[in-house]
């Protein structure tokens, strides 16, 4: 599968689409989801073009991976609920069609603020 341009991530990297920012390096781009599921439910997404977490594993550079873990950090202390903020947090991927994946650019969910509860429904 080939990466897709015209996703609506790759329209908000391009600045085509607004979003509501978080946190921005190098690496990640970190924003509100448009359909909050909880409390706060952020996304946080690489600045490469990587459909999904395989193709992120496989084929990103080891600054982009550590780029991109070290931007959740970043992001979910910034929003208090890091563990530091003595909180806690769900950071959770959908990978392709079985695991629910709509966008087909890696982005990691990020929902905290309240008990997040069961880990699949
Ligand atoms: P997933 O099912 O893991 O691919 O989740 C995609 C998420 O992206 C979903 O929670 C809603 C969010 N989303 C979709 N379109 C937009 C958008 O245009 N802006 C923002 N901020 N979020 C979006």
Redesign the pocket.
């Known amino acids: 599968m080939k990466y897709d341009d015209q996703n609506?991530f790759a329209k908000?990297l391009r600045g085509e689409?607004p979003?509501?920012k978080i946190y921005e390096d190098k690496f990640v781009l970190s924003?509100?989801?448009?359909?909050p599921?909880k409390k706060i439910h952020v996304?946080v997404i690489p600045k490469g073009k990587y459909i999904h977490l395989d193709d992120f594993s496989e084929n990103a550079s080891s600054d982009e991976i550590v780029g991109l873990i070290k931007g959740i950090n970043i992001v979910a202390k910034k929003l208090g609920i890091s563990i530091d903020n003595g909180e806690g947090y769900r950071a959770l991927a959908?990978v392709g069609e079985n695991g629910?994946?709509?966008?087909p650019h890696l982005?990691f969910?990020l929902f905290g603020g309240e008990k997040i509860g069961k880990m699949v429904s």
């Open positions: 609506i908000i689409i979003c509501k924003f509100h989801d448009v359909n599921q996304l959908n629910g994946q709509e966008v982005h969910h």
